[in-house]
């Protein structure tokens, strides 16, 4: 079975730049979930999506981040214009359910913004 | 106070030790518990989920404390393999999973 795909797995970028990273959650998996994870943190929750509505999205800086998941399938995440504190890993996850199930996590993008 | 507190260690062990890691949460609702490992540069993966009766997979042990609100792992006869970060992760309001910011093992031969 495949599992979560994120790209790019790396991506450097100047701060007020923009930047997307894609997802491809498990087959079938009604639920997608973006973390992000500074160094030395655990993965703090961004935005939850069952399908394609939004579930919680209130950690996400709606400011200059956004996402969207298009035929609740694959997902984008955008920043824009990004901020030196927006360095982290951005990783993506799905599951078949809510909380009680097991979330597979994808290898994550590591971004960098100088 | 934050949601899942975990003690960040590093905790350095030699092979073959037994050790225990502590996580507390703050939310009384929570219903749903485990412990997620994650490698250095490696997205997390379940390790097991922690059950109200306690549970055992193998070297490892979960155990969880309703009344004082804090979860427990145990690993005996630790492997070199086992050298890791090791998440707490609580349900929050919501369904939300909060991950604690996670206790690093590292085991010595």
Same mark, same amino acid.
């Given at each position: ?101 097991e ?8 971004l960098?913004?100088? | ?15 073959g ?14 219903? !749903? ?13 379940? +390790?097991?989920? %922690?059950? #109200?009766? /306690? @549970? ?15 979860? !427990? ?5 630790s ?7 090791? +998440?707490?992760? %609580?349900? #929050?309001? /919501? @369904? ?10 590292r085991?010595?031969s």
């Amino acid at each position: 079975e495949a599992g979560v795909a994120q790209s790019p797995r790396y991506k450097i970028i100047e701060k007020r730049q923009s930047v997307a990273f894609w997802c491809n959650p498990i087959s079938g998996h009604a639920t997608l979930y973006w973390y992000q994870q500074i160094l030395g943190q655990g993965p703090k929750l961004l935005i939850q999506f069952q399908n394609n509505g939004v579930v919680d999205d209130s950690q996400l800086p709606k400011d200059r981040f956004s996402a969207e998941r298009l035929k609740g399938v694959d997902s984008t995440l955008k920043i824009q214009p990004a901020k030196l504190e927006d360095s982290a890993v951005y990783l993506c996850a799905s599951s078949p359910g809510f909380s009680l199930y097991e979330q597979y996590f994808g290898p994550g993008t590591r971004l960098t913004v100088t | 106070r934050k949601e899942v507190e975990q003690d960040p260690g590093p905790f350095n062990v030699p092979e073959g030790a037994t050790v225990a890691f502590n996580c507390t949460y703050s939310n009384s609702a929570s219903q !749903s518990f485990f412990w997620y490992r994650q490698d250095c540069r490696k997205e997390p993966k379940l +390790l097991m989920s %922690v059950y #109200s009766s /306690g @549970n055992e997979d193998g070297r490892f042990t979960a155990q969880l404390n309703r009344a004082s609100q804090y979860i !427990s792992l145990l690993i005996r006869d630790s492997k070199l393999s086992d050298s890791a970060t090791y +998440l707490c992760v %609580v349900n #929050s309001y /919501g @369904n939300k999973l909060v991950f604690g910011a996670g206790t690093i093992l590292r085991v010595k031969s």
